[in-house]
């Protein structure tokens, strides 16, 4: 189906992927069950997580529905990896 992906890195990848887990909204495709997303170890593995479900910030009540793949930049959708340094594991390090 329709989806939307966006290309964070490290310290914006970790913080969306547990802001969302913290309220519940990472989603587990199942369609594609060799991807699972219950930790951000697991999100880092596969350079990715998802969510469906776009939310009242308040109430966090379902507003639209529309699948997100974030993807961090080691993912190998990301065209300009070849750019990145080496040695840019994509990690938040403080």
């Known amino acids: 189906g329709h989806h939307v992906a966006v ?3 490290g310290p914006a990848f970790e ?6 887990r913290a309220r519940d909204l990472v989603y587990f495709n199942p369609r594609f069950p060799q991807f699972s997303y ?7 593995t ?3 997580f998802r969510f469906k479900d776009i939310v009242d910030p308040d109430t ?3 507003l639209y529905e529309l699948e997100h793949e974030i993807r961090n930049l080691r993912h190998p959708g990301f ?16």
């Open 79 to 94: 065209v300009l990896q070849h750019r990145l340094l080496p040695d840019d594991d994509c990690r938040d390090t403080n």
């Open 38 to 44: 219950e930790t951000y170890d697991d999100a880092l």
């Open 46 to 48: 596969h350079n990715e």
């Open 15 to 20: 913080r969306a992927y547990f802001d969302l």
């Open 7 to 9: 290309y964070v890195n």
């Open 60 to 62: 966090n009540l379902p």
